[in-house]
């Protein structure tokens, strides 16, 4: 215990739920155990908002991002960027000098980089965690000089692993944890919950649209729209006939009612964002996996394949899917319970989550 006192941990990452669930995880575990830590993340992310409502203390800093298209707009755009990265460093530094933090853990993306390099500067203990199959550039550079690489998929995926590798799998929130040990509660129907990321998806919502009405007369259907998209679909929903509105249910963004939804639904619907799926596996969850085609360097094509190989999960690419397609795939899906529950068994052999964060709070302490 008197090691644990001694400990100050930075958490660092944000942008998307893939990078901010997993440290929510960890922040949880940590504060379980009475371990200080500070969460670090953008000013406009949605990282600020989310640790505000668990009442952790959090800092932010400037960041920028790397665009790898060519473009006279993208030029200018990194140069701009580039300086705030430079802030970002001596801010970052300002933060491990007040706090005295002796370990950082980076769940990467771009506003983990300016930190990740002054934990070099600094001399502090760095942990990077990676979710994708293809490691992420921040995370690709910061592996070259990291203390600890922990990974969700084997470490042999990654072409530069050592011995500092480690497979944790993905640290998954306490709700979610305790909730994937009760019985789902009843129901009436079979339940679909579409959550294509935090951000929402255009393109799966577009898949949605003209589908919803068919869907909701057999199923009910939770559906995680992002704040771009809500209004629309709740205009949908009060559209609907009046027997049809209680089975289908939009939200901007599903947060505290998640846990709930996961235990009821016999099939998941999101891109191939691990997070999404390590929260499905833990559930024990079927899910149809639609990649997102733009993640950078194709890694969300590369975890779908890879799971779809295993006979974990059902995936179809945007280019493959049209809304009556998807309509079919769904509709077959749930008239074969069996298959139902082998791909649920499958995805959860896959992510073997109960002792992640263990496994991180051991690396952490060491």
């Known amino acids: 215990m008197e090691k644990d006192k001694q400990l100050r941990v930075i958490l660092v990452g944000g942008g998307t739920g893939g990078h901010i669930f997993p440290l929510i995880a960890i922040g949880e575990e940590l504060e379980s155990r009475k371990i200080p830590f500070v969460y670090v993340g953008g000013e406009h992310g949605r990282e600020k908002e989310i640790v505000a409502s668990y009442g952790w203390s959090f800092e932010t800093i400037q960041a920028g991002k790397w665009r790898r298209y060519f473009s006279l707009s993208s030029l200018l755009l990194n140069l701009t960027d580039s300086f705030r990265v430079v802030v970002g460093f001596f801010q970052s530094l300002v933060i491990l000098y007040r706090t005295q933090a002796t370990v950082v853990i980076s769940k990467g993306g771009y506003v983990a980089l300016p ?37 969700a998929f084997e470490t042999d995926v990654y072409p530069d692993s050592d011995q500092r590798y480690l497979q944790v799998g993905v640290p998954i929130r306490k709700s979610l944890r305790m909730a994937a040990k009760l019985k789902g509660p009843a129901k009436t129907r079979p339940v679909i919950l579409v959550m294509p990321g935090i951000q929402g998806s255009q393109a799966v919502n577009n898949y949605l649209k003209p589908i919803i009405k068919k869907l909701v007369n057999h199923y009910d259907l ?17 559209g609907l006939e009046k027997n049809e509105q209680s089975h289908y249910k939009p939200y ?11 235990q009821s639904a016999d099939l998941v619907i999101g891109r191939a964002s691990i997070t999404t799926i390590a929260e499905g596996a833990m559930f024990g969850k079927a899910m149809y996996l639609i990649p997102l085609p733009t993640a950078a360097g194709n890694h969300q094509v590369i975890n779908a394949r890879l799971l779809t190989k295993a006979e974990a999960v059902m995936a179809k690419e945007q280019y493959q899917l049209s809304p009556d397609i998807l309509f079919d795939d769904i509709t077959k899906l749930l008239s074969q319970p069996e298959r139902l529950n082998s791909l649920g ?18 690396e952490i302490t060491n």
């Open 222 to 238: 939770i559906h995680s729209t992002g704040e771009k998209d809500f209004v629309f679909f709740q205009q949908l929903q009060a």
């Open 252 to 262: 901007a963004f599903i947060d505290r009612e998640l846990p709930y939804y996961f």
């Open 345 to 362: 068994r499958k995805l959860r052999r896959y992510f073997q989550e109960d002792a992640t964060l263990e496994l991180i709070i051991k």
């Open 115 to 151: 930190f990740v390099y002054a934990t070099r500067f600094s001399k502090t203990k760095l942990i990077i965690h990676e979710s994708d199959a293809l490691m992420g550039l921040t995370n690709k550079l910061s592996s070259r000089f990291a203390d600890k690489v922990l990974t």
